[in-house]
């Protein structure tokens, strides 16, 4: 077997911690066990501090092979290096590449990364992330080269800190695919369609995730109220996917919060009327997306925007423009493909709502079923 191809077997996108009282820690490790879905040799971990507004300092940091707890098997452990050094400073707005690591992973194995911040550390490059493949802890102390995370120090988070990418030393005919979009990407269904790839034995696709809970295609917040809701299209696309190294393809599932999201200042000081897209200025953003991937080499299906009714700023005038959008993406021509992931959730008697369970209860996120569902729609052709 022969490993002659860097591809990104894990990635987050990078956005902005929740402001809280609490925005620093020190002496804390942050583990996360990260299932690789292809054998290598080599891997390398990308750090980001896009969003900090100071410079922040990683200790140290280790890879390990693990189980899907965290438990490192001991031998394996391994030191991350920058240019030979064990700690770096990641300056704010940038990001960083560590050195190679050898390391042998099979295929469908876990690793387990973990980072040591032992001094004041601003806690603000972050993306809130779950599903079933998406869990990390945080444990006092430096407990990189530990091979058991001692309960009585230790939490779960699905808050991923810093790291945002990690590239495999792989096969040549290996490709990673990216699924790109808001809080509907940031949940589950990317995590079920690796899943699915194990189970059907598709062994050449990554499933990388590049998604942000509340971002929105044409507008960002730039208030503490909403600043975790992350960056515009604009600021976050062609840097989140021109990084994902063996892409073939991206997967768009974004706009939902243009148009959920604006009521008024007279309701809300932040969220103003002049902030609704029209149809067509919502397309017009969707089609910068295909235009940037593209010039990148990647081919662009773009996912159907799902049910609204019952979410809490519904009226017909959204579900509407929601429709407008929707047509366009499952005829327009600028797409290589539509993934109708509205069609594999909602109620074929009432199209605007979730069918039974598949409602997580708010009446915009699909339950779990429902993210296996919106996994099962997408086409083989991307898989294989």
């Given at each position: 077997?022969?490993?002659?191809?860097?591809v990104?077997?894990w990635?987050?996108?990078?956005?902005?911690?929740?402001?809280?009282?609490e925005?620093y820690?020190?002496d804390?490790?942050?583990?996360?066990?990260?299932?690789?879905?292809?054998?290598?040799?080599?891997?390398?971990f990308?750090?980001?501090?896009?969003?900090?507004?100071?410079?922040?300092?990683?200790?140290?940091?280790?890879?390990?092979?693990?189980?899907?707890k965290g438990?490192?098997e001991?031998?394996?452990?391994?030191?991350?290096?920058?240019?030979?050094?064990?700690s770096?400073?990641?300056?704010?707005?940038?990001?960083?590449?560590?050195?190679?690591?050898?390391?042998?992973?099979k295929?469908?194995?876990?690793?387990s990364?973990?980072?040591?911040?032992?001094?004041?550390?601003e806690?603000r490059?972050s993306?809130?992330?779950?599903?079933?493949?998406?869990?990390?802890?945080?444990?006092?102390?430096?407990?990189?080269?530990?091979?058991?995370?001692?309960?009585?120090?230790?939490?779960y988070?699905?808050?991923?800190?810093f790291?945002?990418?990690?590239?495999?030393?792989?096969?040549?005919?290996?490709?990673?695919?990216?699924?790109?979009?808001?809080?509907?990407?940031?949940?589950?269904?990317p995590?079920?369609?690796?899943?699915?790839c194990i189970?059907k034995?598709?062994?050449?696709?990554?499933?990388?995730?590049?998604?942000?809970c509340?971002t929105?295609?044409?507008?960002?917040?730039d208030?503490i109220?909403?600043?975790?809701?992350?960056?515009?299209?604009?600021?976050?696309?062609?840097?989140?996917?021109?990084?994902?190294?063996?892409a073939?393809?991206?997967?768009?599932?974004?706009?939902?919060?243009d148009?959920?999201?604006?009521?008024?200042i007279?309701?809300?000081i932040?969220?103003p009327?002049?902030?609704?897209?029209?149809?067509n200025?919502?397309?017009?953003?969707?089609?910068?997306?295909i235009?940037?991937?593209?010039?990148?080499?990647?081919?662009?299906?773009g996912g159907?925007?799902?049910p609204?009714?019952?979410?809490?700023t519904?009226?017909?005038?959204r579900?509407?423009?929601?429709n407008?959008?929707?047509?366009?993406?499952r005829?327009?021509?600028?797409?290589?493909?539509?993934?109708?992931?509205d069609?594999?959730?909602?109620?074929?008697?009432?199209?605007?709502?979730?069918?039974?369970?598949?409602?997580?209860?708010?009446?915009?996120?699909?339950?779990?079923?429902?993210?296996?569902?919106?996994?099962?729609?997408v086409?083989?052709?991307?898989?294989?």
């Amino acid at each position: 077997m022969e490993f002659t191809k860097w591809v990104s077997a894990w990635s987050n996108a990078t956005s902005i911690l929740t402001r809280q009282v609490e925005n620093y820690t020190k002496d804390l490790t942050l583990r996360y066990p990260m299932k690789i879905v292809f054998s290598g040799s080599k891997l390398k971990f990308t750090f980001s501090n896009y969003c900090g507004s100071e410079a922040v300092t990683i200790t140290g940091a280790t890879v390990a092979l693990s189980d899907e707890k965290g438990n490192l098997e001991e031998n394996t452990i391994k030191d991350i290096t920058f240019e030979g050094s064990k700690s770096v400073t990641i300056e704010k707005g940038t990001e960083l590449k560590s050195d190679a690591i050898d390391i042998e992973v099979k295929a469908n194995s876990y690793i387990s990364l973990s980072i040591y911040l032992g001094d004041f550390t601003e806690t603000r490059s972050s993306v809130l992330v779950t599903g079933p493949l998406s869990k990390g802890y945080y444990c006092l102390g430096n407990q990189t080269r530990s091979k058991t995370l001692p309960a009585e120090k230790t939490k779960y988070t699905n808050w991923f800190y810093f790291i945002n990418n990690v590239e495999i030393l792989t096969e040549e005919n290996n490709n990673s695919l990216i699924c790109y979009g808001d809080s509907i990407t940031a949940q589950s269904w990317p995590d079920y369609l690796t899943e699915r790839c194990i189970d059907k034995g598709y062994k050449n696709t990554s499933i990388v995730r590049r998604a942000v809970c509340g971002t929105r295609v044409l507008r960002q917040y730039d208030c503490i109220q909403y600043d975790s809701y992350g960056l515009k299209g604009s600021n976050r696309f062609e840097r989140e996917i021109s990084t994902v190294s063996g892409a073939k393809a991206v997967i768009i599932q974004h706009g939902i919060n243009d148009i959920i999201h604006p009521v008024g200042i007279e309701n809300n000081i932040f969220r103003p009327w002049s902030d609704l897209p029209t149809a067509n200025e919502l397309i017009d953003g969707l089609k910068s997306y295909i235009e940037t991937a593209k010039k990148l080499g990647l081919k662009v299906y773009g996912g159907t925007l799902i049910p609204i009714e019952g979410w809490r700023t519904y009226a017909d005038f959204r579900e509407e423009l929601k429709n407008q959008v929707n047509d366009w993406i499952r005829t327009t021509k600028d797409l290589d493909g539509c993934i109708d992931f509205d069609k594999a959730v909602r109620d074929e008697n009432r199209p605007s709502s979730f069918r039974e369970g598949f409602d997580s209860g708010d009446h915009l996120h699909p339950s779990e079923i429902a993210y296996k569902a919106m996994a099962d729609a997408v086409p083989e052709i991307l898989l294989k």
